[in-house]
């Protein structure tokens, strides 16, 4: 439908102004500027969320929360971006951001290490 604002003349009088769809259409749509992989508006630079994990990114460049936030959030300049996504995109591919995938493979390395030490014990109870 249409959508109204109050419009205010030079004179003080204010009333209800319905705005056309063509005017809502020019509106800028941020999520046209969205690099590939974002999903959110960029912070600002003064954000700490941002300066925390651009900052672990620099100190461990291999973080995936790191990569993920600057991936998801835009963060990055377009060059540095398009590198981060392919490492976003093997990280994904193997499950890192999957909290049941992460789950799962420590339940296997539990039963294993279970397994493994119980193999010992049976072993050193037959010598």
């Known amino acids: 439908g249409l ?12 009333k209800r102004m319905e705005v056309s769809p063509s005017k809502k ?4 749509d941020l999520r046209k500027l969205f690099k590939d992989g974002q999903k959110h508006l960029t ?4 954000d700490p969320t941002r300066a ?11 973080s995936a ?14 060059d ?4 981060l996504l392919k490492k976003y995109h093997q990280l994904k591919e193997k499950g890192a951001f999957n909290v049941a995938i992460k789950i ?3 339940l296997e390395k539990r039963h294993k290490l279970a397994t493994l030490k119980k193999d010992k014990k049976d072993k050193k109870d037959k010598k």
């Open 3 to 14: 959508g109204w604002y109050w419009g205010c003349t030079t004179g003080g009088r204010c």
């Open 25 to 28: 259409k020019r509106e800028r």
């Open 43 to 46: 912070p600002p630079v003064a």
């Open 52 to 62: 925390f994990y651009v900052s672990l990114l620099q100190e461990k460049p291999d």
């Open 65 to 78: 929360i790191a990569i993920r936030y600057c991936v998801e959030y835009g963060v990055m300049q377009v």
């Open 80 to 83: 540095d971006h398009k590198k």
């Open 104 to 106: 799962k493979r420590t």
